[in-house]
């Protein structure tokens, strides 16, 4: 997906942290996916001042829903 940063599978964890694609700030972020896109992500800021710039996203669905969200995102990246 355009303007989605790959890694790779984690081995274990069913959390993501995530550097933002975009210079908007964490929150706002997470509020623009979660109203345009549907996808509840939290924003780094919710861990502490550090955590500006990335947010966490869990791996906690089957992969095919996760994979939706991703789509998601990247439509959201892409009408910006």
């Known amino acids: 997906?355009?303007?989605v940063q790959t890694c790779a599978l984690p081995i274990c964890g069913m959390y993501l942290w995530a550097p933002m694609p975009?210079?908007?700030p964490a929150e706002a972020f997470a509020e623009r996916l979660l109203a345009k896109a549907a996808v509840v992500v939290t924003p780094g800021t919710a861990y502490g001042p550090s955590g500006e710039g990335f947010v966490r996203l869990?791996?906690?669905l089957p992969r095919d829903r996760i994979a939706e969200g991703v789509e998601r995102i990247g439509a959201v990246l892409a009408a910006t």
């Open 22 to 24: 975009t210079g908007e």
């Open 58 to 60: 869990a791996l906690t």
């Open 1 to 3: 997906v355009t303007g």
